[in-house]
């Protein structure tokens, strides 16, 4: 079945990131304890329209697309910063509504941002926000799930959910 297939070469894929972060160098990803947060939120909700604010190396993008569990997806790779991108979503990329925005950017940014996709109108009832490292370096206007910094023991974190109940 070619979307088995497809699904274990993606899942190779991030088994590489994750041991290479292990063993080799440290690199910012979600990573696989995290990772299931996120998994749960994809399988539960079914987004088709996801907002990644901030990828080192595309892990995160990569595992959102081995979890949709479709052959076919479309990313678009934006490099610029997210103040200038999200206000242009609707005119430059045709975005309508976002169903979920990863945060995994300038920490310091998470909160303008927030307030900028409010603003923008791209965010309906039942729209997703999950923030990554709000405790470790820190994004205090979140509430978290409590987990550990990925690939390395002892050091705390966690990851904020909201969910967008609309404006009143």
Not at 20 to 48: A, T
Not at 117 to 144: K, M, T
Not at 150 to 157: A, N, S, T, V
Request: net charge negative.
């Amino acid at each position: 079945n070619l979307n088995s297939t497809l699904i274990q070469n993606v899942q190779s894929i991030l088994d590489t990131f994750d041991q290479w972060c292990c063993s080799v160098e440290l690199i910012s990803n979600i990573g696989p304890k995290k990772g299931k947060i996120l998994d749960r939120l994809l399988q539960e909700h079914c987004p088709i329209t996801v907002l990644e604010l901030g990828t080192h190396c595309g892990h995160s993008t990569v595992f959102c697309s081995a979890r949709q569990n479709k052959l076919s997806f479309f990313v678009e790779l934006i490099v610029r910063a997210s103040d200038e991108v999200i206000p242009r979503l609707r005119e430059d990329f045709s975005v309508e509504r976002l169903d979920l925005v990863f945060m995994d950017h300038w920490k310091r940014c998470y909160l303008p941002d927030l307030q900028l996709l409010e603003g923008s109108g791209l965010l309906g009832e039942g729209s997703i926000i999950l923030a990554d490292n709000v405790i470790f370096p820190g994004a205090p206007n979140f509430l978290v799930h409590r987990a550990t910094l990925e690939y390395i023991q002892g050091i705390r974190d966690g990851m904020a959910e909201l969910t967008f109940i609309g404006i009143k």
